[in-house]
Structure formats: structure tokens, C-alpha cells
């Protein structure tokens, strides 16, 4: 089996060329301010992703959609809730500003690890697993969490518009873009389980191993709730709820 730094390699190796990629596109209204944390951030998610990818094949992919502003935004690690990161986790490391795409949103300033906005989704995520593991180096003995796609997307406003609502001319570059990278992580980390968190990320997920073939056919690909608070189900107990679900789909 491949050892952990072998691993770690080929994901950072995989999220560089993501962040190449997505340099080159281009976005129009309402869109207006995009920010890439996997530039910005570079530091704190190579740091992540040298903690946090597991140690050997066969795990579980648990998958989001992008980043949140108060969450990777922030921190550069996927559903990244600063206190997560900062005291479960353990990180800190340098975070720079978005420099690309127009800039900083006035209203979405990058504080790094001094925002003191909590991501819920994050604060959710990370929560049950420290509550489940312990630490972070025993949650990533066979879990690892990936964001399909990097970017953050803002309106004029601020407010944050998700990937799948763009349009359809931008949403294919940028999707083939995140697609050929969840593959490139599947192909890495080989894991018997990738997990969407929500509905989006399972059917990406979906997509991509359909597209894999052979390479990828013991591969099998579940959901669980989206911890997000805009979802009434999601604020009925998440934690309870994630987890007999991946307890049902024979993930723990």
C-alpha cells in the first residue's frame, strides 16, 4: 500500500493543477468577485492535506461542493470553520488576500484565522468527527474530505451563488475542470467509498466514476445531509442524522 507522504503528493499535486486550471476561466454578472483559496491559501491546505490525507487506499471521500466564505474561504481547508482548524486541527499556517478576479469583496474580507465568523457547515462537519475520532490524524487513518470545485463565487451584494447555479457555458469548462480533478483524487487515494454531502456532490461524484470505467468499478458512491443551516432537516440534529446514515450505507 502507498504510505501517507506518497498519497498526500499526489493530492497536492492534483490541487495545484486544479488551481491552474481554474486561472484561465473566465465568469460574467451576477457574478462579480471570485476567490480562489487554493492560491491565497496555499500554505494552510498544503499543511491540511499533509495531516489530513489518510495513510492507505480503501477509504472514504466524503465530498462538498465549494467553499464557504466564512469556511475555506478563510482557512483554505474544505468546510474549514477557523476554531476547527485553528484548535482541533491544529494549522496555522500564513493566509494571503485575493489578488485575481477583481479582488476582495468589501463585504467578504480574508481574515485568515482572525475571521471571527463560524462556518455552520464546517463547525457541523468537523464537530462529528472530532466527536467521532478524536483527532485529526485518527479521522484521516481512512477519510479524507475533498471540495469539488475550489472557487468561491459572489455577487455584487455578497451574496454567494454556488457552482451548479451558473451558466451553462461557464459551468462546463469549469466542471470538466473539477471533474478531471475528482478523478485525479480517486485515481490517488482509491477509496471503496466516495460520499457526497449533499445532493450535488453525490451525482458529480457519480458522473466522474461512470466516466472512470474499469479504473474505478468497485467504487461505491453514497450521500449524506448537507450540514448547511439554509436546510430546515440539517438543523434538526445533523450530527444524529449523518451518522446513521453513513452507519446505513455500511461507510462506519
Same mark, same amino acid.
Given at each position: 500500500?502507498?504510505?501517507?507522504?506518497?498519497?498526500?503528493?499526489?493530492?497536492?499535486?492534483?490541487?495545484?493543477?486544479?488551481?491552474?486550471?481554474?486561472?484561465?476561466?473566465?465568469?460574467?454578472?451576477?457574478?462579480?468577485?471570485?476567490?480562489?483559496?487554493?492560491?491565497?491559501?496555499?500554505?494552510?491546505?498544503?499543511?491540511?492535506?499533509?495531516?489530513?490525507?489518510?495513510?492507505?487506499?480503501?477509504?472514504?471521500?466524503?465530498?462538498?461542493?465549494?467553499?464557504?466564505?466564512?469556511?475555506?474561504?478563510?482557512?483554505?481547508?474544505?468546510?474549514?470553520?477557523?476554531?476547527?482548524?485553528?484548535?482541533?486541527?491544529?494549522?496555522?499556517?500564513?493566509?494571503?488576500?485575493?489578488?485575481?478576479?477583481?479582488?476582495?469583496?468589501?463585504?467578504?474580507?480574508?481574515?485568515?484565522?482572525?475571521?471571527?465568523?463560524?462556518?455552520?457547515?464546517?463547525?457541523?462537519?468537523?464537530?462529528?468527527?472530532?466527536?467521532?475520532?478524536?483527532?485529526?490524524?485518527?479521522?484521516?487513518?481512512?477519510?479524507?474530505?475533498?471540495?469539488?470545485?475550489?472557487?468561491?463565487?459572489?455577487?455584487?451584494?455578497?451574496?454567494?451563488?454556488?457552482?451548479?447555479?451558473?451558466?451553462? &457555458? %461557464? !459551468?462546463?469548462?469549469?466542471?470538466?475542470?473539477?471533474? /478531471?480533478?475528482?478523478? =485525479? @483524487?480517486?485515481? +490517488? *487515494?482509491? $477509496?471503496?467509498?466516495?460520499?457526497?454531502?449533499?445532493?450535488?456532490?453525490?451525482?458529480? &461524484? %457519480? !458522473?466522474?466514476?461512470?466516466?472512470?470505467?474499469?479504473? /474505478?468499478?468497485?467504487? =461505491? @458512491?453514497?450521500? +449524506? *445531509?448537507? $450540514?448547511?443551516?439554509?436546510?430546515?432537516?440539517?438543523?434538526?440534529?445533523?450530527?444524529?442524522?449523518?451518522?446513521?446514515?453513513?452507519?446505513?450505507?455500511?461507510?462506519?
Amino acid at each position: 500500500m502507498a504510505k501517507r507522504a506518497a498519497l498526500s503528493d499526489g493530492m497536492m499535486a492534483s490541487a495545484r493543477a486544479l488551481s491552474a486550471t481554474m486561472d484561465g476561466l473566465r465568469f460574467g454578472e451576477p457574478v462579480t468577485h471570485i476567490y480562489n483559496p487554493l492560491r491565497y491559501a496555499w500554505a494552510m491546505h498544503e499543511a491540511f492535506l499533509q495531516k489530513g490525507t489518510p495513510k492507505k487506499t480503501g477509504g472514504v471521500v466524503l465530498l462538498g461542493m465549494n467553499p464557504g466564505p466564512w469556511g475555506m474561504a478563510q482557512t483554505g481547508v474544505p468546510f474549514g470553520e477557523v476554531a476547527a482548524v485553528r484548535d482541533w486541527m491544529g494549522l496555522d499556517e500564513k493566509i494571503g488576500r485575493p489578488k485575481g478576479w477583481v479582488g476582495e469583496h468589501p463585504k467578504r474580507p480574508v481574515l485568515g484565522l482572525g475571521c471571527e465568523r463560524s462556518e455552520v457547515s464546517g463547525r457541523r462537519l468537523w464537530g462529528l468527527m472530532a466527536e467521532r475520532f478524536g483527532t485529526l490524524e485518527a479521522f484521516a487513518e481512512r477519510h479524507a474530505v475533498v471540495n469539488y470545485c475550489p472557487l468561491v463565487f459572489m455577487e455584487a451584494g455578497g451574496k454567494n451563488r454556488t457552482p451548479d447555479k451558473l451558466p451553462a &457555458a %461557464e !459551468r462546463g469548462p469549469l466542471e470538466a475542470a473539477c471533474d /478531471a480533478h475528482l478523478a =485525479r @483524487v480517486i485515481g +490517488v *487515494l482509491r $477509496p471503496a467509498w466516495v460520499v457526497g454531502v449533499g445532493a450535488f456532490a453525490e451525482k458529480r &461524484a %457519480e !458522473r466522474v466514476l461512470a466516466g472512470m470505467g474499469d479504473e /474505478a468499478s468497485d467504487v =461505491r @458512491v453514497g450521500r +449524506v *445531509l448537507h $450540514p448547511s443551516p439554509a436546510s430546515p432537516a440539517a438543523n434538526r440534529g445533523w450530527a444524529e442524522q449523518a451518522t446513521t446514515e453513513l452507519e446505513t450505507l455500511g461507510v462506519w
